[in-house]
């Protein structure tokens, strides 16, 4: 069987669709659940490029780290990348609020499949690390959190998020290294 389509002359033997991604909806049971899921997709999307690009910056140290020959070359290269980056974001994240900072945390954990304590004692030391804990504390955020949508219904509704943007366009999506 052919076809003519409208603004095409010659029939054809197929029409072309695009494709159509169906999800289930989420289960959202009352009005303070539906307005939880609002705040965190708001949160959610603002925090989420951070996220990406420090995922991006950790590929490309962790790659230049291993071009690098001496241990003391390497601790300087962290520490010179280190500067640059607070120097860059710092006035940024410091805007950000203490769940968007755990939100952030987890979505680090998600991009990389490495907690952020663990990425600080491993690419500096592990007193910074600490200390950096213990800071993080005073204002409520974890850095050892784990992003865990199986078990966490806030992270399920997290990856939910980023799926559903990711497929209205709203952001690049990447999908989980989680396996």
Same mark, same amino acid.
């Given at each position: 069987?052919?076809?003519?389509?409208?603004?095409?002359?010659?029939?054809?033997?197929?029409?072309?669709?695009?494709?159509?991604?169906?999800?289930?909806?989420?289960?959202?049971?009352?009005?303070?659940?539906?307005?939880?899921?609002?705040?965190?997709?708001? #949160?959610?999307?603002?925090?989420?490029?951070?996220?990406?690009?420090?995922?991006?910056?950790?590929?490309?140290?962790?790659?230049?780290?291993?071009?690098?020959?001496?241990?003391?070359?390497?601790?300087?290269?962290?520490?010179?990348?280190?500067?640059?980056?607070?120097?860059?974001?710092?006035?940024?994240?410091?805007?950000?609020?203490?769940?968007?900072?755990?939100?952030?945390?987890?979505?680090?954990?998600?991009?990389?499949?490495?907690?952020?304590?663990?990425?600080?004692?491993?690419? #500096?030391?592990?007193? #910074?690390?600490?200390?950096?804990?213990?800071?993080?504390?005073?204002?409520?955020?974890?850095?050892?959190?784990?992003?865990?949508?199986?078990?966490?219904?806030?992270?399920?509704?997290?990856?939910?998020?980023?799926?559903?943007?990711?497929?209205? #366009?709203?952001?690049?999506?990447?999908?989980?290294?989680?396996?």
């Amino acid at each position: 069987m052919m076809v003519i389509l409208p603004g095409i002359n010659t029939p054809q033997p197929y029409i072309g669709l695009d494709e159509v991604v169906v999800y289930r909806p989420i289960k959202l049971n009352s009005y303070e659940e539906m307005r939880e899921y609002a705040i965190l997709k708001r #949160r959610t999307l603002k925090v989420y490029p951070y996220a990406t690009l420090a995922s991006d910056r950790f590929t490309t140290l962790k790659a230049r780290l291993d071009l690098i020959k001496g241990k003391r070359k390497k601790k300087r290269y962290t520490k010179m990348i280190e500067k640059y980056i607070e120097g860059e974001f710092s006035e940024e994240l410091k805007k950000l609020t203490r769940s968007e900072g755990q939100i952030l945390v987890k979505l680090i954990h998600r991009e990389t499949d490495i907690t952020t304590h663990s990425l600080i004692k491993t690419y #500096r030391n592990g007193w #910074r690390a600490m200390v950096y804990q213990l800071t993080a504390k005073l204002f409520d955020i974890d850095l050892k959190a784990e992003f865990d949508p199986q078990h966490v219904k806030e992270d399920l509704w997290i990856e939910d998020i980023l799926v559903r943007s990711g497929v209205e #366009r709203k952001i690049d999506h990447q999908k989980s290294t989680r396996k």
